[in-house]
C-alpha cells in the first residue's frame, strides 16, 4: 500500500462506543481520571499508563514524546527520567508541561496542562528500589539524550555495571528521579458521531475546579 494524501484524507473511524455528559462527570476532574483509568484497565488496554508528554525548549519549541504515568494523586500526575535528559533541560528551564491519555478502544483521551516540579530524594528513592535490577541499571548506563557512537557502546557499559553490581544493592543516581505535574487544567474528551464530540473541561481557579463543556 502507498501511503498517499488521498489515502490519509479518507482515514477515518465513527465513534459511537460513548457519551459524556456534565452530569456524569465527577466534580473532582482527579477522581474522574481514576474512573476512566479505571475502565481502560477493565477493557485490557495495553500500558493504560502511556502518555504524551509536552514540554518546551528556551526558544519556545514544542518536544514531545511517551512515558509511563508512575502515580497519580490530588497533588498531580507522577513520572520518572533522567534530569540530564532533553525533556528535563527543557523543564529546568521551563516548568509546564502538557499531557495526553489516549485510549483508542474506548475512544476517549485526556489532556492535562499545569506546572512541573521535582519529587523529593525519598520518594525518588522509593519507586527506584522497586524497579526491576535490569531497569535500575539501564538508568545509570544511558546517558539519555546524549550522542552515543552504536548500540554496543549502551551493551557494554549495561553488562560492565551489571558485572559491578553482583549481589549489591544499586543506589539511585543523583541524576535521575520523578516529576509531578500539577495541573491547572483538565480535559476529557469523549469521541462521538459526526465529530460532534463530547469535552468537558476543568480549570483551577480561585482555588477550586470550575466546570464546562467545550465545542469540539
Known amino acids: 500500500m502507498q501511503?498517499?494524501?488521498e489515502y490519509l484524507q479518507n482515514l477515518r473511524q465513527e465513534y459511537k462506543s460513548a457519551t459524556l455528559d456534565e452530569s456524569d462527570v465527577d466534580k473532582n476532574p482527579i477522581t474522574q481520571f481514576k474512573?476512566?483509568?479505571?475502565?481502560?484497565?477493565?477493557?485490557?488496554?495495553?500500558?493504560?499508563?502511556?502518555?504524551?508528554?509536552?514540554?518546551?525548549?528556551?526558544?519556545?519549541?514544542?518536544?514531545a514524546r511517551i512515558v509511563l504515568l508512575k502515580g497519580v494523586d490530588d497533588d498531580g500526575f507522577r513520572f520518572y527520567t533522567n534530569y540530564l535528559s532533553a525533556k528535563g533541560k527543557e523543564l529546568k528551564r521551563n516548568p509546564y508541561a502538557a499531557l495526553v491519555f489516549f485510549w483508542p478502544e474506548l475512544e476517549r483521551q485526556v489532556r492535562v496542562e499545569g506546572m512541573v516540579e521535582k519529587l523529593d530524594k525519598e520518594t525518588s528513592e522509593a519507586y527506584f528500589n522497586t524497579r526491576p535490577v535490569a531497569s535500575q541499571i539501564g538508568a545509570i548506563a544511558s546517558p539519555?539524550?546524549?550522542?552515543?557512537?552504536?548500540?554496543?557502546?549502551?551493551?557494554?557499559?549495561?553488562?560492565?555495571?551489571k558485572a559491578k553490581s553482583e549481589d549489591k544493592a544499586i543506589v539511585k543516581p543523583a541524576h535521575w528521579g520523578g516529576y509531578i505535574v500539577k495541573p491547572t487544567r483538565i480535559e476529557f474528551w469523549q469521541g462521538r458521531r459526526s465529530r460532534l464530540h463530547d469535552r468537558v473541561n476543568f480549570e483551577w481557579i480561585k482555588n477550586e475546579w470550575v466546570r464546562t463543556r467545550l465545542a469540539p
Do not use: C
Open 3 to 5: 501511503v498517499t494524501n
Open 35 to 63: 474512573k476512566w483509568f479505571d475502565h481502560a484497565v477493565e477493557a485490557q488496554i495495553y500500558e493504560p499508563n502511556v502518555m504524551t508528554l509536552a514540554t518546551a525548549d528556551k526558544s519556545g519549541r514544542p518536544d
Open 144 to 161: 539519555q539524550s546524549q550522542v552515543i557512537p552504536d548500540r554496543s557502546f549502551l551493551e557494554e557499559k549495561f553488562e560492565d555495571l
